[in-house]
């Protein structure tokens, strides 16, 4: 809940409650969105369900908390001015934009939670994708612009921890943390992750001619879906094999190869985003699950090539 009306100033003889408090007030203050205050109207004040805020501590061993401010699409800007004003003792009124860290762009945290524990704060900073994959050049953009706003070690802050999480349907194999700071990965250098579920398939409009071609000054309109991949595969007979007799995510959701052909055969696969994903990350689960090792690296090794398929070839479709 937000806390009472205090002056939006450091105050050096404040003891922490107080600078703790003044963050909060100047993350609510920065925050303009107008799907701020629509989604708290329809929500009421906390709009965090207790099932999320314990699956979120519980990940991130966070002690007792009570939830002080959350926000989505949370401008960096607006959280490095929140937290500078409140822990920082600024001179003057103008200040120095050292490093360039305010650039007055779009760049922003997707969901941002503020857990109060005793004397600290928990910022937690979470990266969402649910259609398409995450990029790597997005995320090292925010990884080191945050890096820059905490510090390698997350310490910059005195009583305030950071945590930076993504969350997808699925697992990417193919995020590298290399260079991240420590305070963003796990003891395995990894990135910290959760599972959101998806159990619908996005949909879209398109307006077309009476054929069903789209079209933009369409009479006629059908159902799409909204993101889609197109790849023109070369598969070894091998490949085939693999994926027709082992690679099973549903009856809708599985490659379209429906003979095997001859080696080395081409083909066109079309598949939502998060389909194509699933059949990625049910490549890796067999790959782990098997106990044949032969069979466990070419596995490993048909997750790799159809990976690079959709995220370094440019695959995913408008």
């Known amino acids: ?14 003891d922490v409650s107080y600078r703790l408090d003044l963050l909060i007030q100047l993350l609510y203050d920065f925050d303009c969105h107008e799907r701020f205050y629509v989604i708290r109207d329809l929500t009421g ?9 314990d699956r979120i501590t519980d990940f991130l061993k966070i002690p007792t908390s009570n939830v002080e401010f959350w926000s989505i699409d949370y401008s960096i800007d607006w959280l490095y001015a929140a937290l500078f004003l409140s822990q920082t003792e600024p001179t003057g009124s103008i200040y120095d934009n050292v490093g360039n860290i305010i650039r007055g762009n779009n760049e922003d945290v997707d969901i941002l939670l503020a857990l109060r524990a005793e004397d600290k704060i928990h910022l937690v900073m979470i990266e969402v994708k649910i259609e398409i994959p995450f990029s ?6 925010k990884v080191r612009r945050l890096e820059m706003l905490f510090g390698t070690d997350g310490k910059r802050f005195p009583h305030i921890y950071p945590h930076w999480l993504l969350a997808s349907p699925y697992r990417s194999r193919r ?47 059908i159902l799409e879906g909204r993101k889609g991949v197109k790849l023109s595969v070369n598969l070894t007979l091998q490949e ?37 994903v699933s059949i990625l990350h049910a490549v890796s689960q067999e790959a782990e699950r098997t106990n044949d090792t032969s069979r466990a690296e070419f596995l490993s090794e048909l997750h790799d090539r159809l990976s690079t398929l959709l995220y370094d070839e440019g695959a995913i479709l408008p």
């Not at 004040?45 to 805020?53: H, P």
């Not at 790597?136 to 953009?141: G, H, I, K, P, R």
């Not at 992750?193 to 079209?215: A, L, Q, V």
């Open 1 to 14: 809940m937000r806390k009472k009306a205090i002056p939006n100033l450091f105050d050096p003889s404040k």
């Open 45 to 53: 004040e906390c709009g965090i369900s207790a099932e999320y805020k």
């Open 136 to 141: 790597e050049s997005q995320l090292t953009s």
């Open 175 to 221: 995020i590298s943390t290399k260079d991240w700071p420590s305070w963003m990965t796990n003891a395995d250098d990894e990135y910290l992750w959760y599972e959101i579920k998806k159990n619908f398939h996005s949909m879209k409009i398109t307006r077309c001619d009476s054929k069903g071609t789209p079209c933009k000054h369409g009479a006629y309109w």
């Open 240 to 276: 085939r094999q693999a994926i027709l007799r082992n690679i099973y995510i549903s009856d809708q959701v599985k490659l379209p190869l429906e003979s095997l052909g001859s080696e080395q055969s081409t083909v066109d696969i079309y598949y939502s985003i998060p389909d194509f």
